[in-house]
């Protein structure tokens, strides 16, 4: 069986103050059932959806991509012993602490709580018809996080969509709803688990589509689920899949709403804590510590000296910034050296995480994850448009984006149209401008390319071809021992 804990929210509170929950029995005996008897038990279970899909983007989800990739360099005597495993792919199914254990399981513990919202919701709209839209918003956002939650376990535990031709290796279990202690669900091949993501937001989409979402309104709606937040999560889903013009689709449609964030406006939404951000379409807010984050990116030791965080950026991200007026290097990095100077120095950090904490208790110091923001969605549909061969278009949405990033217009800005340099190019832009928002080892594995680390290494495994392995992790061993349905990955599980 899935082993995952059953919660449900303590109190009715709200997405920025929520973050005590309940322990319950699971589905099927009375307390759950008691929750979703009324309109307040399914906004508070809401709120529940999000903080728990909040809990695993803020730990170890976040960092296993960027960890295990070729932008970051990792400080060996600050980094946890997990994350020395993954950068060095040693990582062993008895994590159960780790990232290999609890991925799996805060992932699951999300969906839990999700498909008990889409269980308990029919009953509800039939005995509350005067709230139709509010529930029909609560569907739409609960298909969203669900789908969201099987794209990310895919994503970590299974090999990208491409790997085989027709997508029909190994990828994660399916769960539409909570199964019982009973339940040995198994893995569904990638196809299936692509083709029900797809579903669930396309179902979404259309809720959204026919009944509006009003429930959420002024400069905390990007906290929420959204109509742009689920096109944009297909743009990126179709990304991975190969579908280059429902890619183009999807982004079209969201670069249409929402416009990039230039300047000032574009800083601070790494700088700040209570503004999502003005390009920013889906980033999760919660109140908890959220130290796995805080703690692996934070450059400010005491007495306001500047120490060096367990990851770094690596020579092969720096070196893609030729200008240093790029504001991606110029604000968004900064130097150090051993004695903690600002001034000189080869030494590198990250201020994507660099937000202010001063209005916030030193026990609820945190930072807000960022889930989708407008500029990937100008990089997904660059990247489908070379693939349909039109250079043409491609190259004008990397325009847009240095463009931005040098802080002048369009028509300054030259971009090669060679097929093969523009390649290069756009995954280039896709380094800078995502880098440690948790894309990188993804994008090296569904572009089939293999992982060079710099000669700065500090891992043990500086080189892996494509394909291999040990591009995914294993399945907890806890996992296989209590299902035995369950099937492990090749090399990694042995």
């Given amino acids: 069986m899935i082993k995952v804990k059953f919660y449900a929210v303590l109190l009715l509170c709200t997405l920025t103050s929520c973050n005590k929950f309940l322990e319950v029995e699971p589905v099927g005996r009375t307390t759950i059932p008691v929750l979703f008897s009324d309109m307040d038990g399914i906004r508070a279970a809401m709120a529940g959806a999000y903080s728990t899909t909040y809990a695993y983007y803020s730990s170890h989800f976040y960092l296993y991509p960027e960890i295990a990739s070729d932008e970051l360099l990792l400080n060996l005597s600050s980094a946890s012993e997990t994350q020395r495993d993954v950068y060095n792919f040693n990582a062993s199914a008895d994590d159960e602490t780790g990232m290999v254990g609890k991925i799996w399981e805060e992932i699951y513990v999300a969906l839990s709580n999700i498909n008990n919202i889409l269980f308990y919701l029919p009953n509800l709209e039939v005995k509350f018809p005067q709230y139709k839209q509010e529930l029909q918003t609560y569907r739409a956002e609960a298909l969203f996080l669900r789908a969201l939650c099987h794209f990310d376990l895919c994503r970590v535990y299974a090999q990208p969509y491409n790997y085989t031709a027709d997508a029909s290796h190994l990828g994660v279990p399916i769960l539409q709803q909570t199964p019982g202690p009973d339940d040995n669900v198994s893995r569904k091949s990638v196809k299936e688990v692509y083709d029900f993501i797809i579903n669930d937001l396309l179902a979404a989409k259309q809720l959204y589509t026919a009944g509006g979402n009003d429930l959420h309104q002024g400069s905390n709606k990007r906290f929420y689920v959204s109509n742009e937040a689920v096109q944009a999560l297909l743009s990126r889903v179709y990304l991975y899949k190969g579908d280059w013009d429902n890619c183009i689709q999807s982004a079209s449609a969201v670069i249409a709403a929402i416009p990039l964030a230039r300047g000032d406006d574009y800083t601070h939404m790494f700088f700040t804590l209570n503004d999502a951000g003005k390009e920013t379409i889906f980033r999760l807010n919660g109140l908890d510590k959220s130290s796995a984050l805080l703690d692996f990116y934070n450059f400010k030791g005491e007495s306001g000296k500047l120490v060096k965080p367990a990851g770094q950026p690596t020579d092969t991200l720096l ?96 971009v090669t149209s060679n097929k093969d340099l523009l390649n290069h190019v756009i995954a280039a832009e896709r380094m800078k401008e995502l880098a440690f928002e948790g894309h990188r080892f993804f994008d090296i594995t569904r572009r089939k390319e293999d992982l060079q680390r710099d000669a700065t290494t500090t891992s043990t495994v500086p080189f892996i071809s494509y394909p291999n392995d040990r591009f995914v992790l294993p399945i907890s061993q806890k996992e296989l021992d209590a299902n035995l349905n369950m099937i492990g990955n090749p090399t990694v599980n042995n």
């Fill in 319 to 414: 070196k893609l910034f030729f200008d240093p007026t790029d504001i991606r290097f110029s604000i968004l990095m900064q130097r150090l050296n051993d004695q903690g100077s600002e001034t000189d120095g080869s030494a590198f950090v990250t201020r994507k995480f660099d937000a202010d904490q001063t209005a916030v208790d030193a026990d609820r110091q945190h930072y807000n994850p960022l889930v989708l923001r407008v500029s990937e969605l100008y990089l997904n549909r660059a990247e489908a448009y070379w693939n349909k061969g039109q250079f043409g278009e491609a190259v004008a949405d990397i325009k847009q984006l240095e463009a931005r990033a040098f802080n002048t217009s369009v028509d300054d800005i030259t």
